[in-house]
């Protein structure tokens, strides 16, 4: 965070737990990301037979970050098609310019 950002605190609750989140990012959007990750604990949990929060959490950290690991490189393979397109355009229209 820069010197001239705003940092404002924003409450939120996970998975029955409050937690005071502090941040210069919109608090609707922290509310929001809160709100996904307290969905998906709660989704969890109906699955499981015993629920220990810490367990819980570590385990949709893990499901978040794998989401994450997949969209990152679905992502860098569109990009590697579109630069490979934009060049193989770049040199027709060369070849028509020139």
């Known amino acids: 965070?820069?010197?001239?950002?705003?940092v404002t605190a924003q409450e939120?609750?996970?998975?029955?737990?409050?937690?005071?989140?502090?941040?210069?990012?919109?608090?609707?959007?922290?509310?929001?990301?809160?709100?996904?990750?307290?969905?998906?604990?709660?989704?969890?949990?109906?699955?499981?037979?015993?629920?220990?929060?810490?367990r819980l959490a570590i385990l949709v950290a893990l499901n978040l970050a794998d989401e994450l690991s997949r969209n990152r490189q679905h992502f860098e393979g569109e990009r590697g098609e579109i630069e490979t397109r934009v060049t193989a355009l770049a040199e027709r229209l060369t070849g028509v310019l020139t």
């Not at 965070?1 to 705003?6: H, K």
């Not at 029955?16 to 608090?27: C, N």
Request: glycine content about 6%.
């Open 12 to 54: 939120v609750e996970i998975f029955g737990a409050t937690y005071v989140l502090r941040s210069s990012q919109d608090p609707e959007h922290l509310t929001e990301l809160a709100g996904e990750v307290d969905r998906r604990m709660r989704e969890l949990a109906g699955h499981l037979h015993q629920v220990d929060p810490s």
């Open 1 to 6: 965070m820069s010197d001239n950002e705003v």
